[in-house]
């Protein structure tokens, strides 16, 4: 499952009663597993977060199912997200990072992570580049090519630029007819 597809999605406890929306996953960058599921509530100028450890998790699907109660979740409410300890990085953050190849070259951007929720671990990070009249160019990288994820990712390939023909070089081929008039 993306994680576009996962952040936003409703929060039911275990009597079933909605608690919140999904705001935050975070992971640890050398395992590529999901530590902790921040949850939410609350109006965007009073809003609430709260804590879901991966072992709370009792099923996903349309909603995310947790091992805990609504009075359990609003004790342990916080205003602000706590700063997490420097192996764990929030997965809002990975989007949008540069990607680069081996050699350096950036290859683009990480536009979404495709989590296993049955295992709680990062299967692909997808990298997007756009590329002429709007398309996008993505491609699949696993855990295996990733050299380092931090500031940029860094993937253990050399990804080659295609060059692009341009129509001129079709009008060299033509023939060329003089339009002097004197």
Known sequence: MKTNEI???????????EVGKIAELTMNPKTFKISEIYGSYGSPISK???????????????????????????ENSVDKISKLPENIIKINGLINKKALDSNG?????????????????????????????????SMNISENDIMGLGDYLIINKVVKKENVEEESDEADDQEKVNVNID
């Open 7 to 17: 952040l936003g999605r409703k929060i039911i406890d275990k009597n079933v009663k």
């Open 48 to 74: 609430k977060y709260f804590k879901i450890g991966t072992n709370e998790v009792l099923a996903l699907g349309d909603y995310l199912q947790v091992d805990l109660s609504k009075e359990e979740i609003e």
């Open 105 to 137: 070259n950036e290859c683009g951007k990480i536009s979404n992570i495709d989590i296993d929720f049955d295992e709680m671990v990062i299967k692909e990070i997808i990298v997007s580049k756009s590329s002429t009249f709007g398309k996008s160019d």
